[in-house]
């Protein structure tokens, strides 16, 4: 990768005016960003906006953060932007590539500043947070105007976030007041023997494990216990917890801005599905296209690597075998989500849903 500096000058002179210019990290440590040259065909390929786009061809080079925030300030046409927050592995990246060919939105798949961000955000104000409350405002303005930057045919920006980063939502819906977000989920019981069933979920759900147990302690009073004496099935339950209370918090303060959709219906009636998501995204979706979205080839391959086919016959038999090999630790976790909702109100209302 090139870093000398008039690369960087040069992408940071392109930056106001194309995507072609992609902020892909944010360093608070330095207080620079890293300017990448990029391309609409980059975009819609990119399953992950983070360093797996990085490549011995790639082209870039890191600018004072302060230098961004002034060319953000000088974006002249920005498009509306519009999030897909999720639980993870429920369909968001489907939903993303679904967007991405009506043809007039640019789809933002995991942009990785966003976890910078997130993470940034939940030690404000504690003495080890870098940034103040101005610093991260500012930072977060900044690239809520970078995102909305969009190609001639672009009619709106569509970031979907990383399941965690969902954290940050009433954030980003305050900062771009005009967005409206989708928001995907699953009921426990499918997530469970989703995550279960998954080649890498033990590493995961340990992984997130520590910021969703402080999410979630912070939601209630009920003691949670220790992480490292979770089983697979209780870690997978957490997550779901996690994550579904932060979706129900965020579309109770911002009534109206977020469609709550539940994968299973949404794949149950695609059409009518998409139709509410370009609906209450304000985007302008060709009536045949919606027509014929079920028929869709993205439907038919597995949207975070599409050279593998994929689609809801095959999902249906992995959950299968994954409650097939995982009912115990299913049951495990469904157990440790009564036991906490017997003690909580408010999540013995999540679960009931």
């Keep these: ?31 620079a960003v890293l300017l990448l040259e990029f391309g609409a065909a980059a975009y819609r390929a990119a399953s992950f906006l983070d360093d ?23 974006i002249r046409e920005p498009r509306p932007l519009h999030f897909v927050f999720h639980a993870g592995h429920v369909g968001s990246t489907l939903v993303s590539r679904l967007l991405d060919d009506t043809g007039v939105v640019l789809g933002l798949r995991e942009p990785l500043p966003l976890r910078t961000l997130a993470e940034a955000h939940d030690v404000l ?48 819906l305050d900062a771009a007041p005009r ?105 302008a979706a060709d009536a045949a296209w919606l027509a014929n979205v079920a028929n869709n080839p993205a439907l038919t391959r597995y949207s975070k690597a599409p050279e593998h086919a994929y689609g809801p016959d095959v999902r249906a038999e992995v959950l299968r075998e994954s409650r097939r090999q995982h009912a115990t630790e299913i049951g495990r976790g469904l157990a440790w989500l009564e036991g906490v909702a017997r003690q909580d109100a408010a999540i013995g209302a999540l679960i009931a849903q």
């Design 125 to 172: 104000d504690a003495p080890e947070s870098l940034w103040s409350r101005a610093d991260f405002d500012g930072a977060l303005a900044a690239f809520v105007r970078l995102w909305s930057r969009g190609y001639a045919d672009t009619r709106a920006v569509v970031l979907k976030a990383t399941s965690t980063a969902g954290r940050l939502a009433p954030r980003l």
């Design 179 to 283: 967005a409206r977000a989708i928001y995907l989920n699953l009921r426990a019981e499918p997530y469970l023997a989703t995550l279960l069933g998954g080649a890498n979920s033990l590493l995961d759900l340990r992984g997130h494990g520590p910021e969703r147990i402080r999410r979630l302690q912070a939601r209630t009073r009920v003691p949670l216990g220790v992480l490292h004496a979770l089983s697979p099935g209780e870690l997978a339950a957490l997550a779901w917890l996690a994550e579904t209370s932060s979706q129900h918090a965020v579309v109770r303060s911002h009534p109206g801005r977020i469609l709550a959709l539940d994968f299973d219906d949404f794949l149950a009636d695609v059409p009518r599905a998409m139709t509410a998501v370009v609906t209450h995204l304000g985007i």
């Design 1 to 31: 990768m090139n870093a000398s500096p008039p690369t960087a000058d040069g992408l940071l002179a392109r930056l106001p005016d194309s995507p072609d210019v992609y902020p892909q990290k944010l360093d608070p440590v330095r207080g």
């Design 52 to 74: 797996r786009v990085l490549g011995p061809a790639t082209r870039g080079g890191w600018v004072h953060a302060a230098r961004v925030g002034e060319a953000a300030a000088r």
